[in-house]
């Protein structure tokens, strides 16, 4: 019996905004295949389905893949490439042959047979990225098999109604089909922040939770629902006081939404005339008219794993070049802060033959990845270097723990730039190079990083889970995952006044920066730039013009010498009442 009482689910905030909707639960339906005998004569007739089946599902790939290159970029269609692999894949077909003819059973039968074990070796394979292929040939298989059996796959593309999407896991395929305007939010079993569904959700600006363990099985279509992309919470049967709250609560977004369109193109400063720069988090070139549209200055963090994601090969110098010359021209006037590969921690995973790690989030990522795998740094650096040619770009390596990987990481660029200046490739020769600083190392040593660069950029969501042991992805220690904790504080403050004794301007570009009350202090401790989802500007434009510099600077005095990050947060949420009550998230 489905349940009838409200249950809040906790997940992971994927893609922000909040939904009332009905549920529509995809794909859990198990395909039952029936045990069919058959006869020797029939086995041709059974090839012949099967070769079938395989030509009709190839062109359907082939025809999804067009259709994303066509509305999403030639780089999401990639993916499905690994998906033809497995329609093309002549050990599977043979073996589905080999067992027609030695066990006489129908094709769908063994054809399904086969798949699910092969499946299941992928799935057991200790290699990342051959894990991966796991849920390609489950994916593919399924396709088939619907072919074989003539059963219409469920469509996200044909919805009649406003639905919110339940599902384990929503496929590449599946989101690119998906009726945009019908669906308008989605949660799923699996996916951290990072994974394909979370990115994609953000970039069709639909609010998501993913991460919800087994969810879907608590739930039938057509259920009541609340997604909370804001807090990562969906909730089920909602009573008439939480949908009354979450009312009120896209009421406010929604007027919100419209007054603050008119701060598009005022500055991020406050009542008192104290200015900082308000910037936006990228992921992919596309994510730039959004950019300009909410009236970002400028890029703060542009994150380039996801040129490396779903992909069987590396990205090209090619490719990097034209992503990073696309967003260099566009963001024009504005600087743009490409963050070298950061890639592992829950990221995601590789081809890369990664060696699995006890630790990952303490292991062989980001910088220390990028340092011994000099060919792949400098294709990107190159590239990086070459579309500097073409706008205000900067460089920002990720995870430095100390000055020797600074120093090291800047002998790289050297050696690139060098490279360039002998093959006559023009470049900004005055690039500014940074460092991320995410790890409480860092922090400590701020005073000797700000001599080895031109700007620091503090990463809260590493910095808090590495200052206070709480793995940032792992729910059931989420309540000790405080950015208020006077140990970030004092961190922060340390950062960016051993930035300021160098003639150093420092940003934010961790969730921190979105957080309105954390603003507030932010602000106090005389931060230079903050960068946000673009969504997420105007609201906090609006927060920074709310108020004085004078409170602020009070404010931030004020929490330096509070000693749990309850009494920080609430000092800091009395100001935000005070200034601009209107945002405050109850
Ligand atoms: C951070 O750690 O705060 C950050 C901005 O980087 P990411 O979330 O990509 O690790
Ligand atoms: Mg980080």
């Known amino acids: 019996m489905p349940p009838t009482k409200e249950i809040i689910f906790k997940g992971i905030a994927a893609s922000p905004g909040v939904v009332i909707g009905k549920t529509f639960l995809f794909d859990r339906e198990e395909d039952v295949v029936i045990e069919r005998k058959i006869t020797k004569a029939e086995i041709p007739m059974e090839i012949m389905r099967l070769e079938e089946a395989l030509i009709k599902t190839r062109k359907e790939i082939l025809q999804i893949q067009k259709k994303i290159a066509k509305g999403m970029g030639a780089e999401h269609a990639e993916i499905f490439n690994a998906h033809l692999m497995v329609v093309e894949d002549r050990a599977l077909i043979e073996e589905v042959i080999k067992h027609l003819e030695k066990d006489r059973k129908s094709v769908e039968f063994i054809f399904q047979q086969t798949a699910q074990k092969y499946a299941k070796i992928f799935d057991s394979m200790e290699d990342e990225y051959l894990k991966e292929r796991a849920s390609d040939v489950q994916d593919v298989g399924r396709r088939i098999l619907h072919n074989l059996i003539g059963r219409k796959r469920q469509d996200l593309s044909t919805l009649k109604e406003e639905v919110v999407v339940i599902a384990y896991d929503i496929s590449p395929s599946d989101t690119a089909l998906m009726h945009k305007e019908k669906v308008v939010g989605f949660s799923t079993d699996v996916g951290g922040r ?3 569904t979370a990115i994609l959700a953000r970039s069709l600006g639909i609010p998501a939770v993913v991460g919800l363990h087994d969810v879907s099985r608590e739930i039938r279509g057509g259920m009541k629902v609340v997604v909370d992309g804001n807090r990562g919470l969906l909730i089920l049967n909602p009573t008439k006081s939480t949908l009354k709250k979450y009312g ?12 603050l369109t008119h701060l598009k193109d005022l500055p991020a400063e406050t009542t008192d005339g104290y200015r900082i720069t308000l910037a936006a ?8 008219p959004s950019v300009l549209y909410h009236g970002a200055k400028g890029v703060g963090l542009y994150r380039t794993e996801f040129f490396y994601m779903n992909r069987s090969d590396l990205p090209s110098e090619e490719e990097h070049f034209q992503a990073y010359k696309k967003v260099a021209e566009q963001i024009k006037n504005e600087s743009v802060i490409i963050r070298t590969l950061d890639l592992g921690g829950d990221k995601f995973l590789s081809h890369l033959q990664v060696p699995k790690e006890m630790n990952p989030f303490l292991g062989w990522r980001a910088i220390r990845f990028c340092l011994e795998r000099l060919d792949i740094f400098k294709v990107q650096l190159r590239a990086i270097l070459r579309a500097s040619a073409y706008g205000d770009l900067k460089i920002m390596f990720p995870m430095i723990s100390g000055v020797g990987e600074v120093r090291r990481a800047k002998e790289i660029v050297e050696e690139v730039r060098e490279e360039l200046r002998k093959e006559k490739i023009p470049f900004d020769e005055d690039i500014e ?9 860092a922090a400590m040593i701020a005073d000797l990083l700000a001599k080895e660069v031109d700007f620091f950029s503090i990463g809260t969501n590493d910095l808090i889970q590495y200052a206070l042991a709480v793995d940032r992805v792992n729910e059931k220690i989420a309540y000790l995952y405080e950015p208020t904790h006077p140990a970030v504080i004092r961190l922060i403050r340390n950062t960016v006044q051993a930035a300021h004794k160098e003639g150093l301007w420092v940003g934010m570009c961790g969730e921190m920066a979105s957080d309105p009350a954390s603003v507030l202090i932010l602000l106090g401790m005389e931060l230079d730039e903050l960068s946000v989802s673009s969504a997420l500007i105007p609201e906090i434009k609006k927060v920074i013009r709310s108020v004085s510099f004078k409170e602020v600077q009070q404010l931030s005095k004020d929490v330096f010498n509070y000693a749990t990050a309850e009494e920080v947060q609430q000092k ?4 935000l009442e005070r200034v601009a009550p209107e945002l405050v998230v109850k």
């Open 572 to 575: 800091a949420m009395e100001l």
């Open 248 to 259: 009120e609560e896209r009421t406010r977004i929604e007027i919100l939404e419209e007054r």
């Open 194 to 196: 990072t994974s394909h």
């Open 281 to 288: 988090n990228i992921e992919m070139p596309e994510d730039t």
């Open 433 to 441: 190079v940074g460092a991320m600083i995410e790890i409480p190392s």
